[in-house]
């Protein structure tokens, strides 16, 4: 009941609870819109503090997605699936039943990796679902390589846009997106900065890179000038920002904002944010034009995210907003188009990838989450309308050159 009262109000279409005792498989599913074609979004495995917080982070990852499709003007919509990890958790097991609960949800929401999600976790989902993405598939490649590209592509124009020229990239996270990153930094003469609560990983970028290990708290002091999010969400706030030496930030992690307000002080800053759901579609652009288009090479349509980071810049300096702000509107904007043009197509993938499903129905209990009409003072508020924030935009960041740091901040030998 507690969580049913605190999601009320959410914009999603669908929002359901699965829970398998028997593997103990509990997590849920968040389809933020089906209006523009399948859902599609990565399933997240974390040892969440409570479901509240699993579930928290389903609706607003795969409202991300949604922004995320819209903007890089794919046929789908955005869902994701997070999963709870604990030490009863049964993972071969599981994961085969979470297959099964998206098997039938009948190619409405179609998966693949996302965060704590190993590629042997997803041979067990593939093996009762149709609708997750092969990565072992030659001609689909590497998502998570697809997503570093991209990534790179944001990157290289935001260094252009701020004239840094000798470019020092700490990276926080070097797991599936995070080390493809490092190397594709490296081969582009970047010098890198890491830190992973794993260890082993931060050795390994050390030794086939040369990138410096920090700690996990370091990272975000780093000396720098851009600081690249590849692990989890929520790592630009109010306490961390005052802290970064970074100029731009532009990584792979989804929901990397704390809060909105927190691209604001960005601008006001004068830190150059590539908006995560712009710079980390480059898995999600290859998963849907090979699933659902029949694509055979989506590299040219990766690519298009630095035209993409480029406008965003553009209209940031020309309208004095955040490019967190600019991205939403034209996300928001370009989701409305989609879903008016396609709205009454099936919403159900036309391709599904190939795998033996198994013919068993799932053990799995399915709960629907209800969602009510918007109440006045709910515990999670949905976002302030995009494209129009509710305040006068800030005359924070008034002339002169946009995006060139203004606080004072300690000399960094790159500058
Ligand atoms: P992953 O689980 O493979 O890697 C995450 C890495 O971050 C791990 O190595 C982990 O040890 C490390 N980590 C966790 N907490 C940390 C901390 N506090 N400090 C430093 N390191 C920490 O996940 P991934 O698939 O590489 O995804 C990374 C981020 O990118 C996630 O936010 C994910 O949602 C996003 N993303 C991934 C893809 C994709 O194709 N995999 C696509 C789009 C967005």
New binding site residues.
């Given amino acids: 009941m507690t969580i049913v009262r605190e999601i009320s109000g959410q914009e999603h279409e669908h929002v359901l609870a699965f829970r398998d005792e028997a593997t103990g498989l509990t997590g849920f599913l968040a389809i933020h819109s089906l209006k523009a074609g399948p859902a599609v979004g990565?399933v997240?495995i974390q040892p969440y503090r409570s479901d509240l917080a699993a579930l928290t982070d389903a609706l607003r990852?795969s409202r991300g997605m949604t922004y995320?499709v819209a903007l890089a003007e794919l046929p789908c919509g955005g869902g994701k699936a997070v999963i709870i990890d604990h030490p009863g958790l049964k993972r071969e097991a599981a994961m085969q039943e979470f297959g099964r609960f998206v098997e039938q949800c009948g190619g409405r929401f179609f998966t693949?990796?996302?965060?704590?999600?190993?590629a042997a976790d997803l041979v067990q989902v593939r093996g009762t679902t149709k609708y997750c993405a092969d990565e072992t598939s030659p001609e689909l490649g590497d998502?998570?390589l697809?997503?570093?590209t991209g990534v790179w592509h944001a990157m290289r124009v935001c260094l252009a846009a701020t004239k840094i020229e000798e470019p020092v990239v700490a990276i926080?996270?070097?797991?599936?997106?995070?080390?493809h990153l490092a190397r594709i930094l490296h081969e582009n003469g970047c010098d890198l900065v890491v830190?992973?609560?794993?260890r082993k990983?931060a050795r390994a970028a050390a030794k086939d890179f040369g990138a410096e290990i920090v700690s996990?708290d370091e990272?975000f002091t780093a000396i720098c000038n851009v600081f690249a999010?590849?692990?989890?969400?929520g790592?630009i706030s109010a306490e961390t920002i005052p802290t970064l030496k970074a100029r731009v930030i532009c990584?792979?992690?989804?929901?990397?904002l704390n809060k909105p307000e927190d691209g604001d002080e960005l601008h006001r800053l004068g830190i150059l944010y590539a908006p995560?759901y712009l710079a980390?579609?480059?898995?999600?652009i290859r998963g849907a034009e090979f699933y659902l288009q029949d694509r055979k090479d989506s590299r040219a349509s990766i690519e298009r995210i630095a035209h993409r980071m480029q406008t965003v810049i553009e209209l940031s300096i020309a309208q004095d907003r955040p490019t967190s702000r600019i991205a939403d509107a034209l996300a928001e904007s370009l989701w409305k188009q989609s879903a008016a043009r396609v709205g009454a197509t099936p919403p159900v993938v036309a391709k599904p990838a190939e795998a033996g499903t198994t013919p068993r129905q799932p053990n799995i209990q399915v709960g629907v989450i209800p969602m009510p009409a918007p109440a006045p003072n709910q515990a999670i508020a949905p976002a302030p309308p995009h494209g129009a924030t509710r305040n006068k935009p800030r005359r924070s960041n008034p002339g002169g050159v946009r995006h060139k740091r203004r606080r004072r901040r300690t000399r960094t030998p790159v500058e």
């Fill in positions: 990565g997240r990852l995320k693949g990796p996302d965060a704590g999600v190993t998502l998570s697809h997503t570093a926080q996270g070097l797991g599936s997106v995070g080390m830190a992973d609560i794993d990983r996990t990272i999010p590849c692990a989890l969400g790592v990584g792979s992690a989804n929901n990397v995560d980390n579609a480059g898995g999600v």
